[in-house]
């Protein structure tokens, strides 16, 4: 086929969607088919507007790529593309809005407060109540950017700041000390599955850009180590957000289990990472699926929706 690759962008993930395109042009190119890379940009949209591409593959992340503009975009072309559609990946994208969805559908959430450009930080802090550690993030960026751990209100204030550099709406959440686990999610609507989670351990206090990122940044057990009870559960939570949130395709859900046992989602990432060093084709690979077939089953997933 004719496969468009979407990569590069604008977002603060650029360079990981640099990597993550690079290794899926090369794969589909070894698979036969003619491929035509585009490191996107906002201002030449109107190329996706007229392209002629049998599907478009996205190995974008973050804003203008992962929170419906681009899937939009898509849709007006009347182009297939893989993952999910505009209003999934737009609520993905927004994490606290996600949150409530989730909290809805049953899923546990960390307690949390959401502070929009414009409110009284004052107020906010106090409704925080002085909770520390906690963490704080913005609540539209990816890849820990903008992530800080405060252990003090001095901490919790420059967090907050520190976060509205990359955002208009912030998240103070409560921190969950314990093992971080991910779960992908393969299919459309009805035949969704998941594929072995994952266990994180990072080098760094915590799961940031450098041990995501970093050759031996963080180490990967899967399929993980866990009791049989708990695999399932983060598994029907994975597939239960996808579900709850929209999506199509494929997604990948991110959460802690406390010390006490009882696992936290985090986010769900209707696009994630697809480097060298990423979760999702590590997964992908203890379940017997290599990078260019799950490129394929994108694909296919893509033209069924």
Known sequence: MKVAVLYGGVSGEREVSLTSGKGMIEALEARGHEVVAIDFHPDRA???LTLQADVVVSALHGKYGEDGRVQSLLEMAQLPYTGSGVLAS?????????????AASGIRVARDVLVQAGDDLD?????????FPCVVKPAQEGSSNGLTIATDESMLRAGIAKAFQCDTAVLVEQYIKGRELTVPVLGNRGNEHALPVIEIIPKNEFYDYES?????????????????????????????AHRALGCSGYSRSDFLVSEQGLAYILETNTLPGMTPLSLFPDSANVAGISYGELLERFIALALEK
Do not use: N
């Open 212 to 240: 995501k990122y970093s050759e031996g940044g963080s180490i990967h057990v899967c399929p993980a180590e866990l009791p049989e009870v708990l695999t399932k559960e983060v598994q029907a939570a994975a597939i239960e």
């Open 123 to 131: 107020l906010k802090v106090a409704e925080w109540g002085g909770e």
């Open 46 to 48: 109107e190329e996706l």
């Open 90 to 102: 737009a609520l993905a994208m927004d994490k606290a809005r996600a949150k409530i969805i989730f």
